[in-house]
């Protein structure tokens, strides 16, 4: 039995081969015509244009990375709800199911975080 080369196998080794391949060439080809200097200024940190105003070890509230992972845990959850969209007459009843109770976990999982107060940005008194 003759292996055809353009097999899907094949073909995303190739692909993978030869983007490995070119990955080193243009450093290859980078490093021989990169220009290499060093002076006083090259060393000195660039902060867009700005001189440098104080140290780097800023405390920052727990609070806004938290905000920052539910953004991008709902804001995923909404691409796929999107998906579901464009897809509905394929999908169904089944899909219709499992979509409804996506959403339903979503509104689970947003009670519990309103329920875990992490979205109160006010610090909780002492109760006595």
């Known amino acids: ?28 080809i980078s490093y021989f015509l990169g220009g290499i200097s060093s002076n006083i200024k090259k060393n000195i940190p660039f902060e867009s244009g700005a001189p440098d105003t104080g140290g780097v070890n800023l405390s920052i509230s727990i609070k806004f ?47 519990y975080i309103f329920k875990a107060n992490d979205f109160i940005w006010k610090k909780q008194s002492q109760k006595k």
């Not at 899907?8 to 080193?24: N, Q, R, V």
């Not at 991008?72 to 999908?91: C, G, K, M, R």
């Open 1 to 28: 039995m003759k292996q055809n080369f353009f097999q899907p196998e094949f073909t995303f080794l190739f692909f993978i081969f030869f983007t490995f391949l070119f990955s080193f060439f243009i450093l290859f």
């Open 65 to 111: 990375y938290l905000i920052a992972i539910f953004f991008v845990i709902f804001d995923v959850e909404s691409l796929y709800l999107y998906l579901y969209s464009i897809s509905i007459q394929e999908n169904g009843w089944i899909g219709f199911i499992e979509t409804f109770f996506f959403i339903f976990m979503i509104f689970i999982s947003l009670f």
